[in-house]
T-cell receptor, first 113, second 112 residues
């Protein structure tokens, strides 16, 4: 199994550009998450989804959008990139219910210049 | 919503010593508390977890304790080794709801 796959691994964007960070999992997990990780700030939840067709805001959703048309895919969209969105982005997935492990992708390092 | 505070942000210990990382949470409805380890350039990986009906759980050199009344939980690593050096995150969530909220992370350095 591939687990959670994120693409791309690295990206440099200019201010105002848009892009989509891809995330796919092959474990048939219902729950999927997007986090951003800034130095010394831990992992902040951007958006999450408890199943296909259902998405909800996390702690820091502004400037981002998500969709969940299938169980496998959970893309994160940046519409107008800003320097404040420079970060490392992690996608994760898990089964529903108490005490289930979240599996993380390898991360996407995004720089906005 | 849930808020998780984690301390310390950095921790340096000598090989063989113990390391303790502490977290507090705000939502009394949270009932699952995992700990993740993140090595350089990788995504976090689960190392141990505890549920709210248990006060302590141990797995070899790693243990976690939970105090529901005080809403805090801790990670204990004994006989630390250089390969324990990493960033550790605590997290909290409810059984149903989906949100998994993390603390700020602790960078542990084990000096040989």
């Amino acid at each position: 199994n591939a687990g959670v796959t994120q693409t791309p691994k690295f990206r440099i964007l200019k201010i105002g550009q848009s892009m989509t960070l891809q995330c796919a999992q092959d474990m048939n997990h219902n729950y999927m998450y997007w986090y951003r990780q800034d130095p010394g700030m831990g992992l902040k939840l951007i958006y999450y989804s408890v199943g296909a067709g259902i998405t909800d805001k996390g702690e820091v959703p502004n400037g981002y959008n998500v969709s969940r048309s299938t169980t496998e895919d959970f893309p994160l969209r940046l519409e107008l990139a800003a320097p404040s969105q420079t970060s490392v982005y992690f996608c994760a997935s898990s089964l529903p219910g108490q005490g289930t492990e979240a599996f993380f992708g390898q991360g996407t390092r995004l720089t906005v210049v | 919503g849930e808020n998780v505070e984690q301390h310390p942000s950095t921790l340096s210990v000598q090989e063989g010593d113990s390391a303790v990382i502490k977290c507090t949470y705000s939502d009394s409805a949270s009932n699952y508390f995992p700990w993740y380890k993140q090595e350089l350039g990788k995504g976090p990986q689960l190392i141990i977890d505890i549920r709210s009906n248990v006060g302590e759980k141990k797995d070899q050199r790693i243990a976690v304790t939970l105090n529901k009344t005080a809403k805090h939980f801790s990670l204990h690593i004994t006989e630390t080794q250089p390969e324990d050096s990493a960033v550790y995150f605590c997290a909290a969530t409810k059984e149903k709801g989906g949100k998994l909220i993390f603390g700020q992370g602790t960078e542990l350095s084990v000096k040989p």
